[in-house]
Structure formats: C-alpha cells, structure tokens
C-alpha cells in the first residue's frame, strides 16, 4: 500500500514518540505499507526471526497487539488525508490508536 508523505511523517513522529530507534522506524513504515516479515528479511539481508522481533518491539512500544492493527490505522489514516484532514487530525487520529 502506498501512503501520503503526511501519514509517513505522522508515523515517523509518533515512532520518535514512543521511544523506536531508527530501525524500528524503518519497520513501522514496512509494517505500514503491508509487507511481510519474509519481504523485510528479503529486502534488508536478516532471518525472519529477526524481523519478527524487530516488529515485536515496535508492536510493544505503540502498545498495539499485532501489525494488522498498524495497517488498518494507517489505511483509514490515508482516507482521511484524501478526504482534506489537516495535519493535527491526522496526528490526533493515530495517536488515539497507537498510544
């Protein structure tokens, strides 16, 4: 899925929020755009156990059970900017479902 600068800047603010480090960014905008842990470990040279942890901790730190939560938000955080949502609404709308 291919989302607006605003909601990648979004996720990227509230990651640094919640304590991610860089990488665990990085795999929040992965997990958002819908690929698997195969295509993470793929496309970054890691085991799929690696990943998995990885996603884990990102999982942990935005206090969200599983990675389907983070793309159904970001898909319905999409629609709202195509729908003219300003950028505090979109940050308030994610924030409610990460945080």
Do not use: W
Request: include cysteine; glycine fraction near 6%.
């Amino acid at each position: 899925m291919t989302f607006s600068p605003r909601v990648q800047q979004t996720l990227r603010n509230i990651g640094r929020g919640a304590g991610l480090t860089p990488v665990s960014e990085i795999r929040l905008l992965e997990i958002a755009e819908g690929l698997t842990y195969e295509q993470i470990a793929r496309k970054h040279a890691l085991s799929v156990n690696t990943v998995k942890t990885e996603v884990g901790l990102v999982l942990r730190s935005l206090r969200v059970r599983c990675r389907h939560q983070i793309e159904e938000a970001v898909r319905a955080a999409q629609l709202r900017v195509e729908a003219g949502a300003t950028a505090e609404e979109l940050d308030r709308f994610l924030r409610l479902r990460f945080e």
